[in-house]
T-cell receptor, first 113, second 113 residues
Framework: DVKVTQSSRYLVKRTGEKVFLECVQDMDHENMFWYRQDPGLGLRLIYFSYDVKMKEKGDIPEGYSVSREKKERFSLILESASTNQTSMYLC????????????FGQGTRLTVV | GENVEQHPSTLSVQEGDSAVIKCTYSDSASNYFPWYKQELGKRPQLIIDIRSNVGEKKDQRIAVTLNKTAKHFSLHITETQPEDSAVYFCAARRRTGGFKTIFGAGTRLFVKA
């Protein structure tokens, strides 16, 4: 059974804190993604990585950074959390093989107060 | 930049009726088009996908069509059932450049019994 696991299901942080969201996959996938999900806006791509130590900006990278030191782990970092970063964060991974689906983690609901 | 537009944002049908969700993509490098279903409180999961060299694909009550020239693709659900109620996302994945996957904003489908 494929597994993408996010470290926390719910998280409450204060404005200005540095926040780490962790994602681990056990499928040996090359590609990993971070999305945020907001009502009416769907899934918006923050960052993605297609190899260890490689990263590319998605559509809304401002206020975020990522780290991919190992193939199975992709971390999303909020350098200084703000209330407008309150959202559901979804990690996903996929194989580099063509025409293959992405598998999602269960999501982390982050609230910044 | 690349984007995927999805319509309608909300769809309500009577049980047994058909439901159609439409998407348009802008990135001509896209060659893989998955559809995901997200039930309340759960992660998105793939329900059907289509490649750019195929015009139509069917899996029981679900079918997807692709018009590559017009950059349109659609999801068709026939004989809808209450358990089809969920949010549906279309997506477009490019064949190069890290296999970036862009999602539509989602369609909330209600199937009334």
């Amino acid at each position: 059974d494929v597994k993408v696991t996010q470290s926390s299901r719910y998280l409450v942080k204060r404005t200005g804190e540095k926040v780490f969201l962790e994602c681990v996959q056990d499928m040996d996938h090359e590609n990993m993604f971070w999305y945020r999900q907001d009502p009416g806006l769907g899934l918006r791509l923050i960052y993605f990585s297609y190899d260890v130590k490689m990263k590319e900006k998605g559509d809304i990278p401002e206020g975020y950074s990522v780290s991919r030191e190992k193939k199975e782990r992709f971390s999303l970092i909020l350098e200084s959390a703000s209330t407008n970063q309150t959202s559901m964060y979804l990690c996903a991974s996929s194989s580099r093989a063509p025409n293959t689906e992405a598998f999602f983690g269960q999501g982390t609901r982050l609230t910044v107060v | 930049g690349e984007n995927v537009e999805q319509h309608p944002s909300t769809l309500s049908v009577q049980e047994g009726d058909s439901a159609v969700i439409k998407c348009t993509y802008s990135d001509s490098a896209s060659n893989y088009f998955p559809w995901y279903k997200q039930e309340l409180g759960k992660r998105p999961q793939l329900i059907i996908d289509i490649r750019s060299n195929v015009g139509e694909k069917k899996d029981q009550r679900i079918a997807v069509t692709l018009n590559k020239t017009a950059k349109h693709f659609s999801l068709h659900i026939t004989e809808t059932q209450p358990e089809d109620s969920a949010v549906y996302f279309c997506a477009a994945r490019r064949r190069t450049g890290g296999f970036k996957t862009i999602f539509g904003a989602g369609t909330r489908l209600f199937v009334k019994a």
